[in-house]
């Protein structure tokens, strides 16, 4: 199996820096939206059997160019949803951010048993993503459009080549695109970790990445 993880594009949320992961949350930026418009050209070799986007707005808005170029229906998913912030919503402060994060940290290194404050732990967290993932499994190429921290902290845990400190040391920006392969019971190789936008430096706006990039 071929699994296309592709995170949303720049929303006003990503700009202001706020912790935006209820739903419906923030709309694409217009940036957000050219960010979206190039993913049909470069995806376009990519036979696609099924897109699943996630219950908030962002994801379904960067996945439209896209359905509309291959004619392929977004399927909605709550579970790949961007990993819940709790307490935390919409803060935007530099000590609401690094606790957000510090979970994240305690995750990279297997305590899975670190919980966001007033929300999920990592158990919770990847559970449901895995759920999403095992129930496309049988198409041969899966496309997922989801959000920074998920796609990261996912990947981290389920490829056998690479881990933790590998996501620290590489950003994943708005239409980044991170592309693995294997199944949910032999396991998963990263193939490609492209963290950048997918449509280059006209669309490229690292300083509106948000806090979880």
């Known amino acids: 199996m071929r699994l296309i993880l592709v995170r949303h594009g720049q929303t006003t949320s990503n700009v202001a ?16 939206r050219e960010q979206a418009a190039a993913l049909p050209a470069v995806l376009a070799r990519e036979r696609l059997d099924a897109i699943v986007v996630s219950t908030l707005v962002r994801t379904q808005q960067t ?25 935390l919503e919409m803060k935007s402060d530099r000590k609401s951010v690094m606790a957000y994060l510090t979970a994240f940290a305690s995750w990279a ?15 919770e967290a990847f559970d449901r993503f895995d759920a999403v993932v095992a129930e496309f499994a049988h198409h041969q190429t899966l496309l997922i459009v989801s959000h920074g921290a998920m796609i990261r902290y996912w990947a981290a845990r389920a490829a056998s080549n690479i881990d933790g400190p590998f996501v620290r040391d590489h950003i994943l920006s708005n239409t980044g695109v991170v592309v693995l392969n294997g199944s949910p019971t032999e396991g998963w190789i990263v193939e490609s ?3 950048l936008p997918v449509g280059g430096p006209a669309v490229t706006d690292l300083a509106a990445d948000g806090p979880t990039d």
């Open 193 to 195: 970790w492209l963290g």
């Open 17 to 32: 820096g706020a912790l935006d992961t209820a739903t419906p949350g923030a709309e694409l930026t217009e940036l957000g």
């Open 63 to 87: 996945a439209a160019p896209l359905a509309a170029a291959t004619g392929i229906e977004p399927i909605v998913r709550a579970g790949i949803r961007e990993v819940e912030a709790g307490t």
């Open 109 to 123: 290194t297997g305590d899975l048993e670190a919980r966001m404050p007033g929300a999920e732990n990592g158990h």
